[in-house]
């Protein structure tokens, strides 16, 4: 709802009292669980030897997709550990992933610890792949840039293979009168199907549901929002940020569709107005986040590479969400503590700075 809101609802003023409060809302939900497992390896302090690495979803050969996919599978089956009492829908370990989006969506995006959030929500992810259902690879990444460069390419994408890939978008349906949330140029809308998640239920959502609404996973595709918003020249204005807090805000863009960054374009590129991804709280629900929450971290790993002895510890934005004057809390510092709820331990911005160090250990192929 309030994804829709942040872009929909008469201007930015309207958008952020919205979210404001939908914040306390999911805030008074969101107590993670006591509960915490601990699949990783990295313990801080031991030092990152033989790094994973990550690479672009075309230059895997068949059988590594067929098996980044059949982990994926396996996680979509594998029984959930979420206490019924967080989330009361949750069936497979990859539903206690989505959960774990969905409770925390107010106090992870438009945030200091939006980025490191998701490096290490997406760390997590790749290592559960790893350690639970067998895979050997790394998560690989999308580089969305490359099918953005021309909107008729977007819909051609790899990614969207229906043999080796994720399946393509869902049958055009029409937006609901009552629904004026329409993404710009979207071209779905229907159930994905064919591809790896033909078959795929999604439980978690819609937005801040997760008490089991059993659906199909749909896309809904938009060429010209992924022009706009993915192409290179997003990608090089991004990069050319001067310090974290720039960097950040032109990643994560502003509320409206005018004002998105490549975050919002991933997103709304794939899901539009009535596929997952376009659901703020739902969108892991997509397998397709992960490859481009994994792009967004190479993007922030290209920048922080381009004087790293500065960005390995340049951190700043709002404890609360889209608090940039601070007038309700602080700045995020290198101390602030994040959670995954049951899904990992606990850690602290400072342990997710460096991909090669604190609490990770992975690289990629190719840099920005
Ligand atoms: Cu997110």
């Not at 979420?82 to 206690?96: E, I, L, M, Q």
Request: charged letters at 20%; hydrophobic letters at 35%; proline letters at 6%.
């Amino acid at each position: 709802m309030a994804f829709r809101c942040l872009q929909k609802c008469g201007g930015p003023g309207v958008s952020i009292i919205f979210l404001v409060l939908t914040y306390c809302v999911v805030l008074a939900h969101a107590v993670a669980s006591p509960v915490h497992r601990d699949p990783w390896n990295y313990e801080r302090g031991l030092t990152c030897k033989k790094p994973i690495v990550r690479k672009e979803w075309r230059t895997l050969s068949k059988v590594e997709k067929a098996r980044y996919l059949e982990a994926v599978q396996c996680f979509l089956v594998k029984p959930a550990i979420t206490p019924k009492s967080d989330a009361p829908g949750v069936v497979s370990r990859y539903d206690d992933i989505v959960a774990t989006h969905v409770l925390q969506t107010f106090s992870i995006h438009y945030v200091g610890h939006f980025l490191p959030w998701h490096r290490w929500f997406t760390g997590v992810y790749e290592k559960s792949l790893r350690d639970e259902c067998g895979y050997s690879g790394a998560q690989p990444y999308w580089d969305w840039t490359i099918d953005a460069k021309h909107a008729s390419d977007w819909t051609k994408s790899p990614v969207f293979d229906p043999v080796d890939g994720f399946g393509k978008n869902g049958p055009l349906i029409p937006v609901n009168q009552s629904d004026p949330f329409e993404v710009p140029g979207r071209t779905g809308g229907g159930c994905v199907a064919d591809g790896a998640f033909q078959n795929m239920t999604v439980r978690m959502g819609p937005h801040d549901s997760v008490s089991g609404n059993p659906r199909c996973l749909s896309r809904d595709l938009s060429p010209y929002f992924a022009g706009r918003y993915l192409g290179m020249n997003q990608t090089r204005l991004t990069l050319s940020q001067p310090d974290f807090g720039w960097f950040d805000k032109v990643v994560e863009g502003g509320p409206s569709f005018d004002a998105s960054g490549v975050h919002g374009g991933g997103h709304y590129g794939v899901g539009g107005t009535y596929g997952q991804m376009g659901d703020l709280y739902a969108s892991p629900a997509d397998p397709i986040f992960w490859m481009h929450h994994a792009n967004l971290d190479r993007v922030w790993w290209s920048w922080q590479v381009r004087d790293l002895s500065k960005r390995l510890r340049d951190i700043s934005g709002p404890i609360n969400l889209m608090d940039y004057n601070n007038t309700l809390g602080g700045n995020v510092t290198l101390d602030f503590q994040m959670s995954v709820g049951v899904n990992a331990k606990n850690v602290s911005v400072r342990d997710t700075m460096d991909i090669m160090g604190g609490v990770l250990c992975y690289s990629y192929d190719k840099l920005y």
